[in-house]
């Protein structure tokens, strides 16, 4: 997966997710990968692919460099473009590869941009069922039926199943400041940093573990609000 960075927009209009198509599949053909899946949203691209000739990382360097040029150069803008690095895992039996093709299929219906898998238009859905550009539908096809016909039904049929799929999610941070620590500790009776410091060990360690499960949380944060070591807050369960 790719995004953009601080979450922005990387295509803004049709003309640039063509464009991104058109180097996933000139790539292609250099890198030699071979590409099962994909969904263009306004913000990130999902991608299932295995790598061949070069390995992944290089493969996306290629089509992310390339497709970040063009949009500087239409856009008149300089500089990033996506969000670090890609974010990958190894999908590892077929079970998973069609969990995370559907995954990919349905992503523009769960973030509501479409109705069903069939009507998404920059997903990978229409070269299964309609014309192969790039894809190659062979593998997850077969995992149905060697019969094509027969094939292509149960494949619709699976894409379009409700499901709670979870596939590479990547949630915003979410990072609790200071401030906010603390107000969280003034409503636990805690007014300031030396009464919390002259608890007895039970106590402290119970407010520790409190301040542990709050979400958006480090350790070296409350190491430095209550002045316990981290070594200390480590330890407390």
């Given amino acids: 997966m790719l995004r953009g960075i601080n979450r922005q927009l990387i295509f803004k209009d049709d003309e640039d997710k063509t464009r991104l198509l058109e180097m996933l599949k000139k790539y292609k053909d250099i890198s030699k990968y071979q590409l099962y899946g994909y969904c263009l949203m306004d913000n990130h691209i999902h991608l299932l692919l295995k790598e061949m000739k070069e390995n992944v990382s290089e493969a996306i360097k290629r089509i992310s460099s390339s497709y970040v040029y063009w949009y500087n150069m239409k856009y008149e803008r300089c500089g990033h473009l996506f969000q670090e690095r890609f974010k990958s895992e190894n999908v590892e039996d077929t079970a998973y590869f069609l969990t995370v093709l559907r995954y990919i299929h349905q992503s523009p219906i769960k973030a509501g941009l479409s109705k ?122």
Wanted: include cysteine; hydrophobic fraction near 40%.
């Fill in 116 to 237: 069903n898998v069939s009507e998404s238009e920059w997903t990978s859905i229409n070269e299964y069922i309609r014309k192969v550009n790039m894809v190659d539908i062979d593998f997850g096809l077969n995992l149905f039926s060697l019969d094509r016909s027969k094939a292509i039904t149960l494949f619709i049929e699976y894409m379009q199943q409700p499901n709670d799929d979870q596939c590479l999610e990547e949630q915003a941070k979410v990072r609790m400041s200071d401030r906010e620590v603390r107000e969280y500790l003034y409503k636990l009776g805690i007014t300031n940093i030396s009464v919390f410091q002259q608890m007895d060990k039970e106590n402290r360690d119970a407010i520790l573990v409190m301040l542990k499960e709050l979400n958006g949380v480090t350790v070296r944060q409350l190491s430095r609000i209550t002045g316990v070591a981290k070594s200390v807050i480590h330890r407390v369960r």
